[in-house]
Structure formats: structure tokens, C-alpha cells
């Protein structure tokens, strides 16, 4: 019975390690010679939790990025650390925080999945990794 909801958990885009909570993890398709992309999901910690890093093996480096209006202009920048209070979901979503995913080694296809290695730190200065499957969408 474990494995079905194990299954079940997988084919709604859920992941879950010990204490975070990852839902519909997706990342950009890209054009061939387009060499970055972005990626979008939920995150929510029980007990609390920072994410502090992420990685990917079809992209040379992934940081955390936010998007903030800078009088007229919208601008990102990265940031090193994404605070996750305990029981709250907390959104990447196209115009907040994002990860970008640099120097890809690979066309992203539309209807593929990429693996992303999350890194978090749990209380007491755990650390703690997920990898999700994040769903390759159309570009527009
Ligand atoms: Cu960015």
C-alpha cells in the first residue's frame, strides 16, 4: 500500500522529504542555444526550514532569485537564503522568488521532466536535500 501512495504522491508532482514539502515543481521549456531558464514550485517545512541552495544535473548552476519593482522597473536579484516558516506554503511563481538554471547542458522539451537537487537547512542546523522532478512547460 506504501508504494501506491508513494505513487500517487509522485504523479501529482509531490515530493517530500523528511520535513519539506514540495508541490508542482515546473521549469521553462527553452529554444535550442538558450542557455538559461527558470523554475516554479511550492515549498512548505512543518517545523520550519531554510532553502539554501539548489542544483541540477542539466545545468551548470542554479541560484535563487527574486523579483522586485525598482520604481518602473522590474528587476531580480539573487538571494542566498528563502526563510520557510513552520506550516506555511511558500510560492516561487514567474514574478516573485525563482531558481534560475544557467548554463544548460541540454534543450529543455516541453512534456519532459528535469530533476532539481533542493538544498534546506532544519532546525538545529540540519541539512537536508530533495530532488523533485520539476515538468518542463511551454515557453508561452
Ligand atoms: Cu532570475
Same mark, same amino acid.
Given at each position: 500500500?506504501?508504494?501506491? @501512495?508513494? =505513487?500517487?504522491? =509522485? /504523479? /501529482?508532482?509531490f /515530493? ?12 521553462? /521549456? %527553452? @529554444?535550442?542555444? =538558450?542557455?538559461?531558464?527558470?523554475? $516554479?514550485?511550492?515549498? +512548505? ?30 528587476k531580480?536579484?539573487? @538571494?542566498?537564503r528563502?526563510p520557510?516558516?513552520? !506550516? ?8 516573485? $522568488?525563482? &531558481?534560475?538554471? $544557467?548554463?544548460?547542458? *541540454?534543450?529543455?522539451?516541453?512534456? %519532459? +521532466?528535469?530533476?532539481? +537537487? &533542493?538544498?534546506?537547512?532544519?532546525? !538545529?542546523?540540519? +541539512?537536508?536535500s530533495?530532488?523533485? *522532478? ?7
Open positions: 500500500m506504501r508504494s501506491i @501512495v508513494i =505513487l500517487l504522491a =509522485l /504523479a /501529482a508532482g /515530493a517530500r522529504g523528511a520535513d519539506v514539502e514540495v508541490g508542482t515543481p515546473w521549469t521553462r /521549456a %527553452t @529554444v535550442r542555444l =538558450l542557455k538559461v531558464s527558470s523554475a $516554479y514550485m511550492e515549498l +512548505r517545512s512543518a517545523q520550519g526550514a531554510t532553502l539554501v541552495g539548489a542544483s541540477s544535473p542539466v545545468a551548470g548552476s542554479v541560484e535563487l532569485h527574486e523579483m522586485r519593482m525598482e520604481g518602473d522597473l522590474m531580480m536579484r539573487a @538571494v542566498p528563502l520557510l516558516p513552520a !506550516g506555511k506554503w511558500v510560492a516561487l511563481t514567474p514574478g516573485g $522568488y525563482h &531558481l534560475m538554471l $544557467y548554463e544548460l547542458k *541540454q534543450q529543455l522539451l516541453e512534456g %519532459t +521532466r528535469v530533476p532539481i +537537487r &533542493l538544498e534546506f537547512e532544519t532546525g !538545529g542546523g540540519r +541539512r537536508e530533495i530532488e523533485v *522532478q520539476a515538468e518542463v512547460r511551454p515557453l508561452r
